[in-house]
């Protein structure tokens, strides 16, 4: 089992917003990191650091975090958000990376 | 723009030793502000980080993985690569070589190589 927890599956209706959380103890002291996955292709990083999202990645994605959880939250889905997600950060130890379990997306 | 490109065999027999090369373009693997990085993919299953390499010499490695992975740099070819010993069927996987840095203390992966996938089967 991963140091991060993630739900399995979330759906959200198009134009909506959806939260999508990542759970663990490191998270108290590491930001999360956000990962967008469509299938057959590498992953794309979408949130990372202090809440930065990267150079051609949409304003309707953010991230969050409080206490233990971190949260990359889709503003007004569009269809084509519809994907695996996975957060990472370190282990608990701190010296060591890992990934959230994933999420599945989809776009009703 | 910097590229990573995986190599090596796409089928190993059990027990046998995988071996995967990176190769970067546009970059160097001698830059110290990044950690060359494996991580691998089971056929629909998340991720999981095996290890890097940083500072052109230093090594941290998953430690489920520890005591059967090596990462190694080949500086002359600008390639990093990864050896991973007695590979079982649960080392199936697609397995993909990443840039990493750090942002306010916390690891991010913003580059990498398309993936490929070893399966392990006699």
């Known amino acids: 089992s991963s140091e991060l927890t993630q739900d399995p599956a979330v759906s959200v209706a198009s134009g909506q917003t959806v939260r999508i959380t990542c759970q663990g103890d490191s998270l108290r002291t590491s930001y999360a990191t956000w990962y967008q996955q469509k299938p057959g292709l590498a992953p794309v990083l979408v949130i990372y650091?202090?809440?930065n999202r990267p150079s051609g990645i949409p304003d309707r994605f953010s991230g969050s975090s409080s206490g233990y959880t971190a949260s990359l939250t889709i503003t007004g889905a569009q269809a084509e958000d519809e994907a695996d997600y996975y957060c990472n950060s370190r282990d608990s130890s701190g010296n060591h990376l890992v990934f959230g379990g994933g999420t599945k997306l989809t776009v009703l | 723009q910097v590229q990573l490109q995986e190599s090596g065999p796409g089928l190993v027999k059990p027990s046998e030793t995988l071996s995967l090369t990176c190769t970067i373009s546009g970059g160097s693997v001698s830059s110290g502000s990044y950690y060359w990085s494996w991580i691998r993919q089971p056929p629909g299953k998340g991720l999981e980080w095996i290890g890097y390499?940083?500072?052109?010499?230093?090594?941290k490695y998953n430690p489920s993985l520890k005591s059967r992975v090596t990462i190694s740099v080949e500086k002359s070819e600008n390639q990093f690569s990864l050896k991973l010993t007695s590979v079982t069927a649960a080392d199936t996987a697609v397995y993909y070589c990443?840039?990493?840095?750090?942002?306010?203390?916390?690891?991010?992966?913003?580059?990498w190589g398309q993936g490929t996938l070893v399966t392990v089967s006699s």
């Open positions: 990443a840039r990493a840095a750090y942002d306010s203390g916390s690891p991010y992966f913003d580059l």
């Open positions: 390499m940083y500072d052109s010499g230093n090594f």
């Open positions: 650091g202090r809440h």
